[in-house]
Antibody
Framework: QVQLQQWGAGLLKPSETLSLTCAVY????????WGWIRQPPGKGLEWIGE???????NYNPSLKSRVTISVVTSKNQFSLKLSSVTAADTAVYYC?????????????????WGQGTMVTVSS | QSALTQPASVSGSPGQSITISCTGT?????????VSWYQQHPGRAPKLMIF???HRPSGVSNRFSGSKSGNTASLTISGLQAEDEADYYC?????????FGGGTKLTVL
């Protein structure tokens, strides 16, 4: 049973850098897309970005200048960094696995999710 | 890029069917067959219910079905059950990115 376990700092000051890590347990890491999605309190989901099996990344255009997603394949982990945070970045952040079905990747589908990390930005 | 448009809320009685719409543009929903639907219960991570417009991942009840016409995708839940009460989100691929809908709160009366 594949599980994603995520962690990182939950309280940041404006202008600091958000840093979260997600570890993959119980399944293959290579060959999958890995993504980050966030959800402000009481609001909807927002796609942050993803990294593909070759290490290429795609980011939400509205966040692209501040986001970095990377992997540490040897540890079955991937991470999210979001620089220069403001109160608008306060949200629950989820890591997730891109969905593969019979060898085809479905770019907007995420089938395994982490437990979520609440990140609050406040001075 | 704007979020996909969903109704804020829908409701139905146990046993009934409901449909949630998700409206985008020809650049996203209308341009690709990459539309997914997620169910989210309070305090929980989203769960993938539909992918590729109308396909269900293994383990998802066949009471959930998806379709698309033009720039609008739809999720239909038949035989409503109390445990279906949740928030539902659509998503669509567009230009190497993913858009989500604003979410729909389903109330089972």
């Amino acid at each position: 049973q594949v599980q994603l376990q995520q962690w990182g700092a939950g309280l940041l000051k404006p202008s600091e850098t958000l840093s979260l890590t997600c570890a993959v347990y119980g399944g293959s890491f290579s060959g999958f897309y890995w993504g980050w999605i966030r959800q402000p309190p009481g609001k909807g989901l927002e796609w942050i970005g993803e990294i593909n099996p070759s290490g290429s990344t795609n980011y939400n255009p509205s966040l692209k200048s501040r986001v970095t997603i990377s992997v540490v394949t040897s540890k079955n982990q991937f991470s999210l960094k979001l620089s220069s945070v403001t109160a608008a970045d306060t949200a629950v952040y989820y890591c997730a696995r891109g969905f593969l079905w019979f060898g085809d990747f479905y770019p907007d589908a995420f089938d395994i999710w982490g437990q979520g990390t609440m990140v609050t930005v406040s001075s | 890029q704007s979020a996909l448009t969903q109704p804020a809320s829908v409701s139905g009685s146990p046993g009934q069917s409901i449909t949630i719409s998700c409206t985008g543009t020809s650049n996203d929903v209308g341009g690709y067959n990459y539309v997914s639907w997620y169910q989210q219960h309070p305090g929980r991570a989203p769960k993938l219910m539909i992918f590729d417009v109308s396909h269900r991942p293994s383990g998802v009840s066949n009471r959930f079905s998806g379709s698309k016409s033009g720039n609008t995708a739809s999720l239909t839940i038949s035989g409503l059950q109390a445990e279906d009460e949740a928030d539902y989100y659509c998503s669509s691929y567009t230009s190497s990115t993913t858009l989500f809908g604003g979410g729909t709160k389903l109330t089972v009366l």
